[in-house]
């Protein structure tokens, strides 16, 4: 791509973080953004990086009224070597355009993908934090511009990237979380959204996440659609559970994110010799097995988060506790193993890692 970069003026520069532990997730965005807006006719245009900085909307854009829009995240993580590195972002590509083909939307050449997504990191370098356990967040998003009303698909779109140096997604860190098992409310069913990635899944969360934050839980884990017996997913993460000596996460099924780290969590565990199942899961399966004792671990894996381990579910107005609370051997096992990949600590046998070649200029237009 020829991107048109627009340097940014002597004091334009925002202050850097002076603590990574005060980073928090996403509450500080770099100094530049990536657009390009497409059109029917011409297809992808205006490729440019410019100062961040607000949109200039009409009242009647079509996302504001009938949300078509997608979304994805990664991150990029500085090595004790200085080398940047990402995290399999083959993968984000090609899942924002099954989304965008979800929300009939147009696709985004996964080279060109990439190459924005690294040509943002090189240009943003100095934001990487330096500390093991933070990094820089990637936030690619696309979004139908049409102003005019009518539900239907929009003519014109506009394609964004944003990164913020993030921390912890989990105030409690890598510690066990709550979580609370909602049987009223429903996230997505099979035919929907739910395998996209696009806000109307988040919006239709956020009920039943303040009613998890009322009962003392970090997040929903949330039940299928139809009958509301079957474990999917939480709202920031896939979920898995360690039955015996079996890992056992819900087989992606339509209403499912396909999570980048849930796929690398499987093949990990594959590579360890670890027996792993995709496959329906019960609630009732799962709570009889925490109860009897057979369930030993269950832990959230998603991009924001890694790993999540969970210590209690919070279900019809019982606890149930998992594990004494504790970090389990496998799921402290999954997060020394990624963090390690990702910051360049260990071997990366599975050739995930794209470095960014960060002496390298950008070019120009």
């Given at each position: ?183 009223e409310y429903t996230r997505a069913s099979k035919g929907g959204t739910g395998e996209a990635k696009t806000g109307g899944n988040y919006a239709a969360s956020l009920l039943a996440g303040r009613v998890a934050r009322e009962k003392g839980c970090a997040q929903v884990l949330w039940l299928d659609g139809a009958e509301h017996r079957y474990v999917e997913e939480v709202g920031a993460m896939n979920i898995f559970f360690v039955f015996g000596d079996r890992l056992v996460t819900p087989k992606l099924n339509g209403s499912i994110l396909p999570g980048v780290t849930r796929d690398s969590v499987l093949a990990l565990a594959r590579d ?94």
């Amino acid at each position: 791509m020829k991107i048109q970069i627009h340097p940014l003026k002597k004091g334009e520069m925002k202050p850097l973080f002076t603590n990574p532990d005060d980073l928090g997730f996403c509450k500080t965005f770099t100094d530049m953004m990536f657009t390009m807006d497409h059109t029917e006719v011409e297809g992808w245009r205006n490729p440019e990086i410019k100062k961040f900085a607000p949109f200039l909307m009409e009242p009647s854009t079509m996302v504001l009224h009938y949300a078509q829009e997608i979304f994805e995240g990664l991150k990029a993580f500085r090595t004790k070597k200085g080398e940047i590195n990402l995290f399999r972002p083959e993968m984000n590509a090609k899942r924002f355009n099954r989304s965008a083909a979800r929300l009939c939307m147009p696709a985004i050449p996964e080279p060109d993908f990439l190459e924005i997504v690294e040509t943002m990191v090189r240009l943003e370098k100095r934001w990487i934090p330096n500390s093991t356990g933070a990094a820089l967040y990637i936030r690619p998003f696309m979004f139908a511009s049409d102003s005019t009303l009518g539900v239907r698909a929009s003519s014109n779109y506009i394609f964004c990237m944003i990164l913020s140096p993030v921390g912890p997604y989990y105030a409690e860190g890598f510690n066990p979380i709550s979580l609370y098992v909602s049987d009223e409310y429903t996230r997505a069913s099979k035919g929907g959204t739910g395998e996209a990635k696009t806000g109307g899944n988040y919006a239709a969360s956020l009920l039943a996440g303040r009613v998890a934050r009322e009962k003392g839980c970090a997040q929903v884990l949330w039940l299928d659609g139809a009958e509301h017996r079957y474990v999917e997913e939480v709202g920031a993460m896939n979920i898995f559970f360690v039955f015996g000596d079996r890992l056992v996460t819900p087989k992606l099924n339509g209403s499912i994110l396909p999570g980048v780290t849930r796929d690398s969590v499987l093949a990990l565990a594959r590579d360890m010799g670890i027996k792993t199942d995709e496959r329906a899961v019960s609630i009732d399966e799962v709570i009889g097995g925490i109860t009897a004792g057979s369930v030993t671990e269950i832990f959230g894996a998603g991009t924001a988060a890694s790993i999540s381990p969970v210590g209690n579910l919070r279900y019809q107005d019982r606890d149930y506790i998992v594990a004494n609370r504790k970090v389990g051997p496998l799921s402290q096992k999954m997060f020394e193993t990624l963090r390690g990949i990702q910051y360049g600590e260990i071997p990366d046998a599975f050739n995930w890692i794209r470095k960014v070649p960060i002496e390298e200029k950008p070019a120009m237009a």
